[in-house]
Protein backbone atom coordinates (compact mmCIF):
# COMPACT_ATOMS: atom_id res chain seq x y z
CA UNK A 1 0.00 0.00 0.00
CA UNK A 2 1.13 3.50 -0.96
CA UNK A 3 1.79 6.40 1.56
CA UNK A 4 -0.47 9.16 1.25
CA UNK A 5 1.31 11.80 0.66
CA UNK A 6 -0.18 15.68 -0.07
CA UNK A 7 0.96 19.34 -0.12
CA UNK A 8 -0.21 22.04 1.23
CA UNK A 9 0.66 25.68 0.61
CA UNK A 10 -0.63 27.74 3.54
CA UNK A 11 0.55 31.13 2.46
CA UNK A 12 1.62 33.46 -0.54
CA UNK A 13 0.25 36.17 -2.68
CA UNK A 14 0.13 34.16 -6.16
CA UNK A 15 3.21 32.40 -6.82
CA UNK A 16 5.20 34.41 -4.85
CA UNK A 17 6.14 34.19 -1.33
CA UNK A 18 4.97 30.73 -0.17
CA UNK A 19 6.71 30.43 2.63
CA UNK A 20 5.19 27.46 4.63
CA UNK A 21 3.35 24.73 3.58
CA UNK A 22 2.09 21.24 4.89
CA UNK A 23 3.67 17.90 3.95
CA UNK A 24 0.98 15.40 4.86
CA UNK A 25 2.33 11.66 4.95
CA UNK A 26 -0.62 9.56 5.73
CA UNK A 27 -1.66 11.15 9.23
CA UNK A 28 1.28 13.39 10.29
CA UNK A 29 1.57 16.84 9.08
CA UNK A 30 5.50 18.17 8.56
CA UNK A 31 5.39 22.14 8.32
CA UNK A 32 7.71 23.28 6.18
CA UNK A 33 9.34 26.21 6.84
CA UNK A 34 7.01 29.47 8.73
CA UNK A 35 7.70 32.30 6.80
CA UNK A 36 6.50 35.87 6.60
CA UNK A 37 6.32 38.62 4.35
CA UNK A 38 7.18 41.95 5.32
CA UNK A 39 5.81 44.04 1.77
CA UNK A 40 6.91 46.87 0.07
CA UNK A 41 6.15 50.64 -0.08
CA UNK A 42 3.12 49.60 -2.43
CA UNK A 43 0.90 48.13 0.52
CA UNK A 44 0.68 50.83 2.80
CA UNK A 45 -0.32 50.21 6.50
CA UNK A 46 0.29 46.52 6.28
CA UNK A 47 3.76 45.59 8.16
CA UNK A 48 3.71 42.23 8.07
CA UNK A 49 1.73 39.39 6.24
CA UNK A 50 1.22 35.55 7.45
CA UNK A 51 -0.17 32.35 6.65
CA UNK A 52 -3.36 30.98 7.37
CA UNK A 53 -2.48 28.73 10.08
CA UNK A 54 -6.25 27.57 10.69
CA UNK A 55 -5.51 24.16 9.11
CA UNK A 56 -2.24 23.71 11.43
CA UNK A 57 -4.27 24.82 14.61
CA UNK A 58 -7.35 22.90 13.60
CA UNK A 59 -5.05 19.77 12.95
CA UNK A 60 -2.45 20.21 15.84
CA UNK A 61 -2.46 17.05 17.51
CA UNK A 62 -1.17 15.56 14.07
CA UNK A 63 1.45 18.32 13.68
CA UNK A 64 4.83 16.59 14.15
CA UNK A 65 7.45 19.04 13.58
CA UNK A 66 8.61 22.86 11.91
CA UNK A 67 11.24 22.34 9.49
CA UNK A 68 13.03 25.94 8.98
CA UNK A 69 16.06 25.12 6.25
CA UNK A 70 17.56 28.45 5.80
CA UNK A 71 17.53 31.21 9.49
CA UNK A 72 16.38 34.06 8.44
CA UNK A 73 13.35 36.31 9.01
CA UNK A 74 11.79 35.62 5.66
CA UNK A 75 11.43 31.68 6.66
CA UNK A 76 10.91 31.59 10.36
CA UNK A 77 9.06 34.83 10.73
CA UNK A 78 5.66 33.70 11.17
CA UNK A 79 6.86 31.26 14.14
CA UNK A 80 6.07 33.63 16.73
CA UNK A 81 2.32 33.16 15.78
CA UNK A 82 2.12 29.73 15.13
CA UNK A 83 4.12 28.39 18.38
CA UNK A 84 1.56 30.25 20.48
CA UNK A 85 -0.66 27.87 19.15
CA UNK A 86 1.26 24.66 18.95
CA UNK A 87 3.04 24.14 22.19
CA UNK A 88 6.28 21.95 21.91
CA UNK A 89 6.28 21.09 18.63
CA UNK A 90 9.77 20.69 17.79
CA UNK A 91 11.77 23.03 15.21
CA UNK A 92 14.43 21.42 13.45
CA UNK A 93 17.00 23.54 11.60
CA UNK A 94 21.04 24.40 11.52
CA UNK A 95 23.23 25.10 14.67
CA UNK A 96 23.16 29.06 13.65
CA UNK A 97 19.62 28.75 13.31
CA UNK A 98 19.04 27.16 16.90
CA UNK A 99 20.65 30.41 18.01
CA UNK A 100 18.79 32.54 15.84
CA UNK A 101 15.53 31.28 15.99
CA UNK A 102 15.70 31.50 20.07
CA UNK A 103 17.17 34.75 20.31
CA UNK A 104 14.50 36.32 18.07
CA UNK A 105 11.47 34.44 19.97
CA UNK A 106 12.93 35.99 23.04
CA UNK A 107 12.75 39.59 21.87
CA UNK A 108 9.25 38.65 20.39
CA UNK A 109 7.67 37.92 23.94
CA UNK A 110 9.79 40.86 26.01
CA UNK A 111 13.64 40.17 25.75
CA UNK A 112 15.64 39.11 28.85
CA UNK A 113 16.37 42.16 30.85
CA UNK A 114 13.33 44.19 30.10
CA UNK A 115 10.74 40.69 30.86
CA UNK A 116 12.80 38.19 32.33
CA UNK A 117 9.80 36.41 34.18
CA UNK A 118 7.84 37.01 30.84
CA UNK A 119 10.44 34.81 29.08
CA UNK A 120 10.40 32.45 31.32
CA UNK A 121 6.82 31.83 31.47
CA UNK A 122 7.13 31.56 27.41
CA UNK A 123 10.32 29.69 26.76
CA UNK A 124 8.02 26.39 27.82
CA UNK A 125 6.07 27.16 24.25
CA UNK A 126 8.67 26.50 21.52
CA UNK A 127 11.74 23.36 21.45
CA UNK A 128 14.11 24.26 19.07
CA UNK A 129 16.63 21.76 17.89
CA UNK A 130 19.99 21.82 15.96
CA UNK A 131 20.13 19.08 13.64
CA UNK A 132 23.13 17.61 12.05
CA UNK A 133 23.73 17.17 8.60
CA UNK A 134 24.19 13.47 6.62
CA UNK A 135 22.67 12.17 10.09
CA UNK A 136 19.52 10.52 9.78
CA UNK A 137 16.49 11.35 12.69
CA UNK A 138 12.80 10.27 13.42
CA UNK A 139 9.94 12.71 13.63
CA UNK A 140 6.45 11.10 14.12
CA UNK A 141 7.09 7.79 11.55
CA UNK A 142 9.15 9.05 9.34
CA UNK A 143 12.97 8.99 8.95
CA UNK A 144 14.64 12.28 7.90
CA UNK A 145 17.98 13.66 6.78
CA UNK A 146 19.11 17.36 6.72
CA UNK A 147 21.94 18.40 4.09
CA UNK A 148 24.13 21.11 4.20
CA UNK A 149 22.75 23.75 1.10
CA UNK A 150 25.11 27.04 -0.16
CA UNK A 151 23.16 29.82 0.47
CA UNK A 152 23.95 33.24 2.14
CA UNK A 153 23.02 32.15 5.15
CA UNK A 154 26.05 29.92 6.87
CA UNK A 155 24.59 25.90 7.59
CA UNK A 156 21.41 26.78 5.42
CA UNK A 157 19.93 23.60 5.19
CA UNK A 158 17.53 21.10 3.25
CA UNK A 159 15.46 17.94 4.35
CA UNK A 160 14.87 14.81 3.11
CA UNK A 161 11.69 13.27 3.91
CA UNK A 162 11.84 9.79 3.38
CA UNK A 163 8.89 7.21 3.04
CA UNK A 164 8.49 3.38 1.76
CA UNK A 165 7.81 4.66 -2.04
CA UNK A 166 10.73 7.17 -2.00
CA UNK A 167 12.07 10.24 -0.69
CA UNK A 168 10.86 13.67 -0.59
CA UNK A 169 13.17 16.46 -0.74
CA UNK A 170 12.66 20.38 0.52
CA UNK A 171 14.74 23.32 -0.06
CA UNK A 172 14.11 27.03 0.36
CA UNK A 173 16.82 29.88 -1.13
CA UNK A 174 19.87 28.15 -2.10
CA UNK A 175 22.24 28.86 -4.88
CA UNK A 176 24.66 25.99 -6.97
CA UNK A 177 28.25 28.09 -5.59
CA UNK A 178 30.51 28.21 -8.46
CA UNK A 179 33.86 28.39 -5.71
CA UNK A 180 33.93 26.47 -2.44
CA UNK A 181 34.74 27.89 0.91
CA UNK A 182 33.97 27.46 4.53
CA UNK A 183 30.94 29.50 4.59
CA UNK A 184 29.52 28.81 0.92
CA UNK A 185 29.49 24.92 0.47
CA UNK A 186 26.50 22.16 -0.09
CA UNK A 187 26.33 18.13 0.27
CA UNK A 188 23.47 18.34 -2.09
CA UNK A 189 25.75 15.08 -4.10
CA UNK A 190 25.60 13.24 -0.56
CA UNK A 191 21.41 13.20 -0.61
CA UNK A 192 21.29 10.43 -2.86
CA UNK A 193 22.78 8.08 -0.56
CA UNK A 194 20.19 8.50 1.63
CA UNK A 195 17.09 8.48 -1.24
CA UNK A 196 18.89 5.52 -2.90
CA UNK A 197 17.90 7.39 -6.15
CA UNK A 198 14.66 7.31 -5.46
CA UNK A 199 13.05 10.96 -5.28
CA UNK A 200 9.47 11.28 -5.20
CA UNK A 201 8.92 14.91 -4.73
CA UNK A 202 11.62 18.41 -4.93
CA UNK A 203 9.60 21.38 -3.02
CA UNK A 204 11.32 24.49 -3.27
CA UNK A 205 10.13 27.63 -1.59
CA UNK A 206 12.52 30.48 -2.61
CA UNK A 207 10.17 33.27 -1.98
CA UNK A 208 11.09 36.39 -4.39
CA UNK A 209 15.02 36.28 -4.29
CA UNK A 210 14.74 34.59 -7.74
CA UNK A 211 14.04 38.15 -9.32
CA UNK A 212 17.61 39.66 -7.41
CA UNK A 213 20.59 38.79 -9.50
CA UNK A 214 22.58 39.02 -6.18
CA UNK A 215 21.39 35.94 -4.88
CA UNK A 216 22.44 33.82 -7.79
CA UNK A 217 25.42 32.31 -9.46
CA UNK A 218 28.16 33.33 -10.15
CA UNK A 219 26.70 37.02 -9.19
CA UNK A 220 26.91 36.42 -5.45
CA UNK A 221 30.38 36.83 -5.52
CA UNK A 222 31.26 40.13 -4.39
CA UNK A 223 35.05 39.73 -3.92
CA UNK A 224 36.22 41.83 -6.68
CA UNK A 225 33.52 44.34 -6.10
CA UNK A 226 34.36 44.78 -2.70
CA UNK A 227 38.21 44.67 -3.83
CA UNK A 228 37.56 47.69 -6.47
CA UNK A 229 35.55 49.91 -3.53
CA UNK A 230 38.16 49.47 -0.86
CA UNK A 231 41.33 50.02 -3.11
CA UNK A 232 39.30 53.76 -3.72
CA UNK A 233 38.54 54.31 0.03
CA UNK A 234 41.28 57.60 1.23
CA UNK A 235 40.75 56.57 4.79
CA UNK A 236 37.22 54.58 5.84
CA UNK A 237 33.97 53.94 4.08
CA UNK A 238 30.44 52.33 4.95
CA UNK A 239 28.95 49.44 3.89
CA UNK A 240 25.04 48.61 3.83
CA UNK A 241 24.45 44.72 3.83
CA UNK A 242 20.62 43.29 4.21
CA UNK A 243 20.76 41.28 7.80
CA UNK A 244 20.01 38.05 6.48
CA UNK A 245 23.04 38.42 3.59
CA UNK A 246 26.01 37.02 6.21
CA UNK A 247 27.92 35.37 3.14
CA UNK A 248 28.40 39.08 1.90
CA UNK A 249 29.22 40.02 5.46
CA UNK A 250 32.00 37.77 6.23
CA UNK A 251 33.49 38.21 2.17
CA UNK A 252 33.77 42.23 3.17
CA UNK A 253 34.90 41.57 6.85
CA UNK A 254 37.86 39.20 5.45
CA UNK A 255 38.86 41.54 2.93
CA UNK A 256 39.19 44.32 4.99
CA UNK A 257 41.09 42.15 7.59
CA UNK A 258 43.78 40.83 4.71
CA UNK A 259 44.05 44.71 3.63
CA UNK A 260 44.29 45.66 7.24
CA UNK A 261 41.51 48.57 6.96
Known amino acids: ????????????????????????????????????????????????????????????????????????????????????????????????????????????????????????????RWNVNAVTPLTPFKVGKIEIMAFRTASFMPTSLGFVFKTDDGSIVFVDQFMIPTSVNNAMYDLIDDVKKFTNGNTLLLITAIGDNINNEAFTSPKYSVTSFFENVILEMPNRGIFCLEEKDIYKLIKLASLANAKSI
Not at 2 to 29: F, P, R, T, W
Not at 72 to 99: C, D, M, R
Request: glycine share 8%; net charge neutral; charged share 20%.
Open 1 to 124: IMAKIEIVCLGGQDEKDKLCSALIINDDIYVLGCGIHCPSAVQLGIKKIIADYSFLIDNKDRVKGIFIPTPNYNAFGGLEFLIKHLANVPIFTSNLGQVIINNNLEWCNGGFKTHMNQVKAFKT
